[in-house]
């Protein structure tokens, strides 16, 4: 299995203990169901409300098996179910050709594995896998992957303050350290949402809104339902399980969308579901749900649920956003018919849809783990600031958790290593110095003041201070060749504080490509895919640098001197480094000011 298939199956490779026995992660619980006639929709195949349940259920074990007390759902990330069950069989298995064989339809067994990646105070991160096994001939195949937040109940003392998870292999450190990325954008994800759609929405203006011949009213669509909340339905606290409302919304969304192509749809994604507030035993749960909008192939249904009690006014518990496609006989989406929005509230869902299509695409790319598929140069803009951020951080925690590097010249106990993988080769430069880690975090987050040290730097300008994490520059260096011309470059600069006591500050630089400052006659445009440094403090004035570069065509005449052991001008770079932080370790550094 390669990396990136174990990245993606969220499987560790065994790893034995110095006892001699097989690491097994303390949290990781797994759940093993037939798909039984109850389980599945009225094509046997199993129903996603059903799934939804069973991950959560198994995902609120491993948290409460590592808090010791009863957890609920606050929220579960976005879910991709990247292939039908169907033709995902045929790419893994492609010698059984008869989907009835393969589909996750009755009498197919779901294995389902989740583990605590990282607990923070009272929160945590689950990571859960999904995989389907056909019992007659062995294969297993990757359904789908998610992430979900559970959050340990406060007790009569307060706030639960956790026990931390420490990552015994590589995978698990790689998924600690991720944790806390993912963490922050689930955070900020409302107030992300609310501003890209009110500049996007504001930028679709009133054209957007046609109306197309045969258009189907948008209110043939609409769905309420009410459930009550029974004893099954809830934990032993008398929550009710956020899986079953999970379910209950797939359930009214599927209605909503068959409505629109009276045909069986298929869910394709779900947006992040946040549950802003807990529902109980007895509780009214109402279920609206209507098709805000059907693009070419595909369509978006909004889903609100609400819980009430006897009289009591209407709690709003969850909203959330599913993508339906409908599959003909070939397992190919058909063209779907377009709506006709309501006035008012039913235009607004319209345009939001269209603003949410461009953010999902824009996550589901750009917040890729499999960081080598994305574009070396994304466009930044500010509405995939945020992403752009994510996966620029991600790509250097990944390239920090990585544990096969070759150590390949040393010298003044500066040590430059790296590492080949799939064609592609990475390098990365560790030093010590005797400069306070915050400072020396400083001190390099700006890179204007990196050609005091660095002579590939020539000049450093700012374009843009997105906010107080994300800077973007415009780099000119040398050419490596006599009278060769100069290369520039467009980078992102994300920096991070440390999130707990075992993360390093970070500065995590790609390139990215404006409109504003397209290539010139002058410069030949260099690409950084992913580069940074990690800064570790080792005492509180001690502190360990590495540098890391993925190695592109713009960066290997910089490097391969120095990796062909026919140089060491990292050594003179980093000695550079290391005395320009010595010499500022006492200055008060300022952040660049934003341009805009
Ligand atoms: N996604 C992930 N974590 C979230 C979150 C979200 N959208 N919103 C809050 N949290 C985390 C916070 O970061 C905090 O984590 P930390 O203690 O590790 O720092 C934790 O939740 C508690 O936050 P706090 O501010 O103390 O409480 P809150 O008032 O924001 O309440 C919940 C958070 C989840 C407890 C609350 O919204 C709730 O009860 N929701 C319903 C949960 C439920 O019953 N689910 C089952 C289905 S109804
Ligand atoms: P909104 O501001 O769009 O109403 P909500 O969070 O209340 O946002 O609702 C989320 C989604 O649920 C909406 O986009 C819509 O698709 C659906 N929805 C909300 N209210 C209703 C309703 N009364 N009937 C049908 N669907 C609804």
Same mark, same amino acid.
């Given at each position: 299995?390669?990396?990136?298939?174990?990245?993606?199956?969220?499987?560790?490779?065994?790893?034995?203990?110095?006892?001699?026995?097989?690491?097994?992660?303390?949290?990781?619980?797994?759940?093993?169901?037939?798909?039984?006639?109850?389980?599945?929709?009225?094509?046997?195949?199993? $129903?996603?409300?059903?799934?939804?349940?069973?991950?959560?259920?198994?995902?609120?074990?491993?948290?409460?098996?590592?808090?010791?007390?009863?957890?609920?759902?606050?929220?579960?990330?976005? !879910?991709?179910?990247?292939?039908?069950?169907?033709?995902?069989?045929?790419?893994?298995?492609?010698?059984?050709?008869?989907?009835?064989?393969? +589909?996750?339809?009755?009498?197919?067994?779901?294995?389902?594995?989740?583990?605590?990646?990282?607990?923070?105070? %009272?929160?945590?991160?689950?990571?859960?896998?999904?995989?389907?096994?056909?019992?007659?001939? $062995?294969?297993?195949? /990757?359904?789908? &992957?998610?992430?979900?937040?559970?959050?340990?109940?406060?007790?009569?003392?307060?706030?639960?303050?956790?026990?931390?998870?420490?990552?015994?292999?590589?995978?698990?450190?790689?998924?600690?350290?991720?944790?806390?990325?993912?963490?922050?954008?689930?955070?900020?994800?409302?107030?992300?949402?609310?501003?890209? @759609?009110?500049?996007?929405?504001?930028?679709?203006?009133?054209?957007?809104?046609?109306?197309?011949?045969?258009?189907?009213?948008?209110?043939?669509?609409?769905?309420?339902?009410?459930?009550?909340?029974?004893?099954?339905?809830?934990?032993?606290?008398?929550?009710?399980?956020?899986?079953?409302?999970?379910?209950?919304?797939?359930?009214?969304?599927?209605?909503?969308?068959?409505?629109?192509?009276? +045909?069986?749809?298929?869910?394709?994604? !779900?947006?992040?579901?946040?549950?802003? =507030?807990?529902?109980?035993?007895?509780?009214?749960?109402?279920?609206?749900?209507?098709?805000?909008?059907?693009?070419?192939?595909?369509?978006?249904?909004?889903?609100? *649920?609400?819980?009430?009690? =006897?009289?009591?006014?209407?709690?709003?518990?969850?909203? *959330?956003?599913?993508?339906?496609?409908?599959?003909?006989?070939?397992?190919?989406?058909?063209?779907?018919?377009?709506?006709?929005?309501?006035?008012?509230?039913?235009?607004?869902?319209?345009?939001?849809?269209?603003?949410?299509? /461009?953010?999902? @695409?824009?996550?589901?790319?750009?917040?890729?783990? /499999?960081?080598?598929?994305?574009?070396?140069?994304?466009?930044?803009?500010? $509405?995939?600031?945020?992403? @752009?951020?994510?996966?620029?951080?991600?790509?250097?925690?990944?390239?920090?958790?990585?544990?096969?590097?070759?150590?390949?010249?040393?010298?003044?106990?500066?040590?430059?290593?790296?590492?080949?993988?799939?064609?592609?080769?990475?390098?990365?430069?560790?030093?010590?110095?005797?400069?306070?880690?915050?400072?020396?975090?400083?001190?390099?987050?700006?890179?204007?003041?990196?050609?005091?040290?660095?002579?590939?730097?020539?000049?450093?300008?700012?374009?843009?201070?997105?906010?107080?994490?994300?800077?973007?520059?415009?780099?000119?260096?040398?050419?490596?060749?006599?009278?060769?011309?100069?290369?520039?470059?467009?980078?992102?600069?994300? &920096?991070?504080?440390?999130? =707990?006591?075992?993360?390093?500050?970070?500065? *995590?630089?790609?390139?990215?490509?404006?409109?504003?400052?397209?290539?010139?006659?002058?410069?030949?445009?260099?690409?950084?895919?992913?580069?940074?440094?990690?800064?570790?403090?080792?005492?509180?004035?001690?502190?360990?640098?590495?540098?890391?570069?993925?190695?592109?065509?713009?960066?290997?005449?910089?490097?391969?001197?120095?990796?062909?052991?026919?140089? %060491?001008?990292?050594?003179?770079?980093?000695?550079?480094?290391?005395?320009?932080?010595? *010499?500022?370790?006492?200055?008060?550094?300022?952040?660049? /000011?934003?341009?805009?």
């Amino acid at each position: 299995m390669s990396k990136e298939d174990n990245i993606d199956n969220m499987l560790d490779p065994l790893f034995i203990q110095e006892s001699g026995e097989v690491y097994r992660n303390p949290t990781q619980v797994q759940m093993s169901q037939i798909v039984l006639p109850c389980h599945a929709n009225h094509c046997g195949e199993l $129903s996603v409300g059903q799934l939804l349940k069973w991950m959560d259920s198994t995902a609120c074990l491993s948290a409460e098996r590592h808090s010791g007390v009863s957890c609920v759902t606050a929220s579960v990330d976005d !879910i991709n179910f990247e292939h039908t069950i169907d033709s995902m069989c045929r790419h893994v298995v492609p010698s059984v050709d008869s989907k009835k064989t393969v +589909a996750l339809r009755v009498g197919k067994v779901v294995n389902i594995t989740a583990k605590v990646n990282r607990a923070f105070t %009272s929160s945590m991160e689950v990571g859960i896998l999904v995989m389907c096994e056909d019992l007659y001939t $062995s294969h297993q195949w /990757k359904v789908c &992957r998610a992430f979900a937040t559970f959050v340990a109940r406060r007790t009569e003392a307060g706030k639960v303050q956790l026990k931390q998870v420490i990552p015994h292999t590589q995978m698990e450190q790689m998924e600690y350290s991720l944790a806390a990325e993912r963490r922050r954008m689930r955070l900020i994800h409302a107030e992300i949402i609310t501003d890209l @759609l009110s500049c996007s929405t504001a930028q679709l203006g009133e054209c957007q809104t046609q109306e197309y011949k045969d258009a189907v009213p948008a209110e043939r669509t609409r769905v309420e339902s009410v459930e009550l909340v029974l004893p099954p339905h809830a934990n032993h606290q008398v929550s009710t399980f956020g899986g079953q409302i999970m379910a209950w919304m797939e359930n009214v969304a599927t209605i909503a969308a068959s409505r629109l192509c009276n +045909a069986h749809p298929t869910l394709r994604t !779900i947006d992040m579901f946040h549950f802003r =507030g807990p529902s109980h035993i007895g509780d009214r749960l109402v279920l609206k749900a209507i098709v805000n909008n059907s693009f070419k192939h595909s369509m978006e249904v909004g889903v609100c *649920a609400e819980a009430y009690k =006897g009289g009591e006014p209407l709690r709003h518990i969850n909203s *959330a956003f599913m993508t339906f496609e409908v599959l003909d006989g070939e397992r190919k989406a058909c063209t779907l018919p377009r709506i006709r929005p309501e006035p008012i509230d039913g235009k607004r869902r319209y345009k939001e849809a269209i603003a949410r299509k /461009k953010i999902r @695409l824009d996550r589901k790319y750009i917040v890729s783990c /499999k960081h080598t598929e994305v574009p070396v140069s994304v466009p930044w803009d500010p $509405s995939n600031q945020m992403y @752009l951020s994510y996966n620029n951080v991600s790509a250097l925690k990944l390239m920090d958790t990585r544990n096969n590097w070759v150590l390949t010249s040393e010298k003044n106990k500066v040590r430059l290593y790296t590492l080949e993988e799939n064609h592609m080769l990475f390098f990365k430069v560790v030093m010590c110095v005797s400069v306070p880690a915050e400072q020396t975090f400083h001190l390099l987050s700006d890179l204007r003041r990196r050609k005091e040290w660095d002579r590939h730097y020539e000049e450093c300008e700012v374009i843009n201070q997105a906010d107080e994490d994300d800077t973007l520059y415009r780099i000119t260096a040398p050419s490596v060749r006599k009278g060769g011309k100069g290369q520039d470059f467009i980078l992102l600069a994300s &920096r991070r504080k440390p999130c =707990g006591p075992r993360d390093p500050y970070l500065i *995590a630089l790609r390139s990215v490509t404006l409109p504003t400052h397209p290539p010139t006659e002058e410069c030949t445009r260099g690409e950084v895919l992913c580069a940074g440094f990690t800064i570790w403090e080792e005492s509180p004035s001690d502190t360990k640098i590495t540098y890391y570069n993925q190695a592109t065509p713009g960066v290997i005449p910089y490097i391969s001197t120095d990796i062909a052991g026919l140089s %060491s001008s990292f050594y003179s770079s980093f000695a550079a480094c290391s005395q320009f932080l010595e *010499a500022n370790k006492d200055n008060v550094v300022t952040l660049p /000011k934003s341009s805009l």
